[in-house]
């Protein structure tokens, strides 16, 4: 599917959720024509074992480690909403938060994580609660608030019109319905990965694990590389 002249959003909890999560797709979606804006709903600065970080340094670290990955993809401006990492919660706060953005750029798709993705035996992990949160504050978001001409009039007043947006992708490890072949992009994708240095120890090791999960995905579809999602088309 051509995501041609498309405006798309994507939207994360922490700087390299995004990254992870659909750079592949977005550097395809680009080299298509789409034009991509990032939102991240935290600051990140709590992701550090060094004794000697502190939090404000490392929000300013992460920051710039987004803006560069973001440049590496194309992508055309990344929103920080500055909340503290851990501490991220699906507030009315964050919910209009998150509407402002969408009726400034007023995206046809919107990419976010899966609330419903609480952990996985199988993949064995426990999904960070920032992740949970920021994907439903932005479910909600789209639908109904983002839409509804009586939600935020405050907004409205300013020039942030109501919008619909047309379709969601949230990140699927497990059971997609959306499969999107990378292959061509698997390598901007890791390049994008490799700027948030302060997260990832290991190059190597990061780049073996993508490659892992791209070719579980791609078997689906028969591709060397790809990312899964579930689709909902809005009606």
Known sequence: MSKRNEVILAVGAHQDDIDFIASGSIAKWIGEGAVVYY??????????????????????????????????LGVKKVYFLNHHDTELEPTLELKKEIVKVIRKIRPALVVTLDPTARYSIDLGYINHPDHIAAAEATL????????????????????????????ILLTAFEKPNFIVDITDTLDLKIKALKEHKSQIKDPSQMEKMIKLWAR??????KAKYAEGFKRIVLR
């Not at 990140?44 to 973001?70: H, V």
């Not at 579980?216 to 579809?221: A, F, V």
């Open 39 to 72: 939102l991240l709903c935290t600051n990140g600065n709590k992701g550090s074992d060094d004794p000697k970080m502190t939090s404000a340094k490392l929000a300013k670290i992460r920051r710039k480690e987004q803006e560069d990955a973001a440049k590496v």
């Open 140 to 167: 909600s978001a789209v639908f109904p608030l983002a839409r509804d001409r009586l939600t935020f009039p405050d907004l409205a007043k300013k020039g942030f019109a109501p919008h619909k947006v047309k379709e």
């Open 216 to 221: 579980r995905s791609g078997r689906k579809i």
